[in-house]
């Protein structure tokens, strides 16, 4: 199990996380990320094939609950979502900021307005939007 968790966590780290890159800046450069990823490997018990699949942008068709609940870990450890499944657009557009121009995150924010029936749900449809919008956020 440990093995499987550090895999996991070692493609997230190298992988997934360094992809998002928009204005220079790659999300793993900012401080809040270190640590969460490995916490929501654990409490969520994602695969390392899904891990995989986040980390290289690639769409997972039928996403298992693990792996929603990786995403909406990842999005509550960065106060970008409430424990109810509610996405904080000011926060998250404070977020963005940091990674893209404002204008393209506040438009971003509004787009990607989703809510589902419940947190992870949420989170990996709030996920899916971004992806489509080929701004990768693992």
Do not use: H, W
Not at 25 to 52: D, F, H, M, N
């Amino acid at each position: 199990m440990m093995k499987s968790t550090r895999t996991v966590l070692i493609t997230l780290t190298v992988v997934a996380l360094a992809g998002f890159t928009a204005g220079q800046k790659e999300i793993s450069e900012l401080p809040e990320v270190k640590g969460y990823k490995l916490q929501c490997i654990e409490s969520s018990g994602i695969t390392e094939a899904s891990a995989k699949k986040l980390a290289s942008g690639e769409p997972i068709e039928e996403a298992d609950q693990p792996t929603k609940c990786f995403v909406q870990c990842f999005f509550q450890k960065l106060r970008l979502m409430d424990e109810q499944g509610v996405v904080q657009k000011d926060k998250l557009e404070t977020f963005l900021t940091r990674l893209m121009e404002a204008d393209q995150a506040k438009e971003y924010v509004r787009q990607c307005d989703i809510r589902r029936t419940n947190p992870c749900d949420t989170a990996y449809a709030v996920y899916g939007c971004y992806l489509g919008k080929k701004a990768k956020l693992f």
